[in-house]
T-cell receptor
């Protein structure tokens, strides 16, 4: 069984640019959640997708947007990057919206 | 809003010592409680969970009991190993509507031989 995979593993972007992060959910999982983990902090919930629809959102501005595809993989897009967006971005998939979340290894984004 | 508070680290122990990492939470209703572990360069792995008051979660020698009266979910292990060195996160999840995990800031554990 393939676990949750994220790409790329590391990324460096310049302030003001746009970035797309990708997540392949575990086989059979229809729910994907995205979290931002700043250095030395716990993960913060960004949003959740369930069967291709946004199912809930945390306190992040609209320049953080997402997408879920028919195969339940997902993208996180961030526009107009700011220095504070530098963080580890974690994707988690679950069988349904209310079941155990399995995390990927994350994408480390550095904004310079 | 809902929140989780963990003891600050790092926690430094010698191998075979007893471990306690404190975790308290603030939430309305009856959240599920979790401990996740993060090894260097990796994502989060679920260590154990408890879904109702007085439940005890356990895995790999780690234990935590859901104490509603003290709103706590402290992590314990009787004898730590060097391989337990990692960052431990306490988290809660409200099981109503869409569900998100609310994490504490994490506690780094360093175990020396």
């Amino acid at each position: 069984e393939t676990g949750v995979t994220q790409s790329p593993t590391h990324l460096i972007k310049t302030r003001g640019q746009q970035v797309t992060l990708r997540c392949s959910s575990q086989s059979g999982h229809n729910t994907v959640s995205w979290y931002q983990q700043a250095l030395g902090q716990g993960p913060q919930f960004i949003f959740q997708y369930y069967r291709e629809e946004e199912n809930g959102r945390g306190n992040f501005p609209p320049r953080f947007s997402g997408l879920q595809f028919p195969n339940y993989s997902s993208e996180l897009n961030v526009n107009a990057l700011e220095l504070d967006d530098s963080a580890l971005y974690l994707c988690a998939s679950s069988l349904e919206a209310n079941t155990e979340a399995f995390f990927g290894q994350g994408t480390r984004l550095t904004v310079v | 809003g809902d929140s989780v508070t963990q003891m600050e680290g790092p926690v430094t122990l010698s191998e075979e010592a007893f471990l306690t990492i404190n975790c308290t939470y603030t939430a309305t209703g009856y959240p599920s409680l979790f401990w996740y572990v993060q090894y260097p360069g990796e994502g989060l792995q679920l260590l154990l969970k408890a879904t109702k008051a007085d439940d005890k979660g356990s895995n790999k020698g780690f234990e935590a009991t859901y104490r509603k009266e003290t709103t706590s979910f402290h992590l314990e292990k009787g004898s730590v190993q060097v391989s337990d060195s990692a960052v431990y996160f306490c988290a809660l999840r409200k099981d109503t509507g869409f569900q998100k995990l609310v994490f504490g800031t994490g506690t780094r554990l360093l175990v020396s031989p």
